[in-house]
């Protein structure tokens, strides 16, 4: 199949391009040709009207729930989640129910994605049995059935002699450790920021300490090993500083950052008790999200993902202390990012692709993408102009605890093209299969 893209405005900082009116010329899933002038013999051809092209985008922290929680999410919904979303490709997180900690669980993800999937999936594996800490889970066979790295997201690794056996299996393997730093005996039962908006509500403190020295801990041993340790939905000023440190040192660290921990804060739970904002790392400061959004724009924080989590109406729907953690929000990660952060001069274009296609492909260890010929098509079409509003009913996800229900945005993603297939086509999600 031919396709050609008219009338784009093309932005790939891999290649220094940045060029409006810009033309895409792709044929059996490779991008051919890219300039202007472009003509093909026959195919399709689709005008963009000026909308941005990018690479594809990439999110390393989904929860599909798939194995084990289909009334959640399944594998499909997540994928048409995240193809609405704008991305081509998302790494889904192990706790699941059976936990991904063998290469069976890990192929049954993969060859389902395969099937039903509308965007490219990639599993993470987790680093110990049951994500209990205790025992290696089975590492090897999980790379051999195309795990990308190890985490026990979720939960975290407790024991720091663990964490080093692990890192060092890891190391062999030539896979990053994704770390969910928290110390448990620290946090507690903790369901909250720990600070006066947990003292007004009542409600247990968990202290940022709780995830700081687990990301101080984790990357000394990193630097022990030799593994590139990736520091998971950092949330806390301090907890930047220490990956700003650990940067300037050597170590192999790279960390990532959520939407949630830069546009909302714990004064976001009022009296109301809105569960959706019960989230893990809780939300911070507003001192501490301007810390997260300043390393952004610095170049501290490698990638941009969403922790997309969904949970059911009826589990969210109880005492703020028994409601499981999490959000969704890969349906809301683009349109933010652009509203919040390039629209207002914070970032420019060419870093959001950074964040949210380079450096998450690059920390995973994928297949790099550009707008470049030879290059798999795999690419996002953003309309940056235009307005929405963020309703329940807006959503492909199953799952429908969004904390930025109601905002109005500005800037969505309106077309995704996997493989030079389209998997959504002006905002709607087609039928077309990716072709893998």
Known sequence: MALLLKNAHVIDPQVGLNEEGCEILIRDGVIVEVGHGLSMAKGVERDLGGKVVVPGLVDIHVHLRDPGQEYKEDIESGTRAAAHGGF????????TNPIIDTGSVVEYVASKAAKVGKCRVHVSGACTKGEKGEALSEMGDMVAHGAVMFTDDGRGVQDAGMMRRVMDYAAQFGKAVSSHCQDESLVGKGQINEGAVSTRLGLLGWPAAGEEIQIARDIEISKLTGCPIHVQHLSSAHGLDLVRRGKEDGAKVTCEVTPHHMFLTEESIGDDYNTYFKVNPPLRTAEDAEAVVAGVIDGTVDCIVTDHAPHADHEKA??????????TGIETSVGLVV???VRTGKITWERMIELMSVNPRRVIGIERVAIEPGSRADLTVIDPDLEWTVTPDCFESKSKNCGFTGWTITGRATDVYVGGYATMQDGAITSEPIHL
Do not use: R, S, V, W
């Open 88 to 95: 081509t490709d998302i790494c889904c997180m192990p706790n």
């Open 318 to 327: 109880c005492e703020f202390e028994l409601a499981p953690f999490g959000m």
């Open 339 to 341: 509203d919040k952060l």
